[in-house]
């Protein structure tokens, strides 16, 4: 079932890769296990997987200590919303941290990063729809944060990270991914940086967020089944 609904998402990302100019090995595929046991992941390791993504640290521990010795080349990113008093925890598990989105956090993971001699790769989560309590810098906190993370010895920004306002119809987020697009890209330009990675796009809207400029995905229960 897990192989099957690979195949069926990849050949999706393919034509929404198309569309907008693009290959489908231009566009990373995050898996995300998070709730899952780590014999989903093995399934889908199988079927030729390699990054997973996870929003709980401790939860994620788990997984990965289990599986890090088995495969190799097996990734782990963290993407949901971390607290400061978890970032001791990180060391070297995740190769990507999508979440940071404030400037305490950022400090903190650059700390630890330091004190483990390791270089850690993030990206900035915005919050584009500027929605109350929700993850994601504010745009007008953003360019402090980027210029903060910049500044940081052992933090390398790899890109940015949006999750969309919860909607019934995705097409109606449209103009938010587009939005990040646009700051993608001034980023860049205002900088004089190569960001890699724009992460946006989810089970119910991963097409939409392509065809706006996405190039890393996150899906979850289009993979592994609805979670409970
Ligand atoms: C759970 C989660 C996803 C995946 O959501 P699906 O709708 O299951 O694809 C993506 N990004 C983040 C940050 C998540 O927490």
Do not use: W
């Amino acid at each position: 079932m897990i192989c099957k609904n690979l195949e069926i998402i990849m050949e999706r990302i393919e034509k929404a890769a198309i569309k907008s100019g693009r290959a489908k090995d231009d566009i990373v595929l995050v898996a995300v296990s998070k709730t899952f046991p780590a014999e989903k992941i093995v399934e889908a390791y199988n079927c030729g997987q390699r990054v997973f993504g996870e929003n709980r640290v401790q939860e994620a521990l788990k997984k990965i200590e289990g599986l890090r010795d088995k495969f190799e080349d097996i990734e782990f990113h963290m993407i949901g919303h971390l607290q400061t008093n978890k970032v001791r925890y990180l060391k070297n598990n995740f190769s990507l941290i999508h979440s940071v989105d404030r400037i305490e956090l950022a400090e903190l993971i650059n700390k630890y990063a330091k004190k483990n001699g390791l270089t850690q790769d993030i990206l900035i989560q915005v919050n584009i729809a500027e929605e109350p309590q929700k993850s994601g810098v504010l745009l007008k906190d953003y360019d402090r944060l980027v210029e903060f993370v910049l500044n940081c010895d052992n933090l390398k920004l790899k890109g940015l990270m949006m999750i969309p306002p919860l909607v019934d119809d995705a097409e109606v987020n449209r103009p938010f991914f587009a939005k990040m697009n646009e700051l993608f890209l001034k980023t860049n330009d205002r900088y004089n940086i190569q960001m890699d990675y724009l992460s946006m796009g989810m089970s119910d809207d991963f097409e939409i967020a392509i065809e706006e400029g996405a190039n890393m995905v996150r899906i979850g229960s289009a993979i592994f089944g609805k979670r409970s």
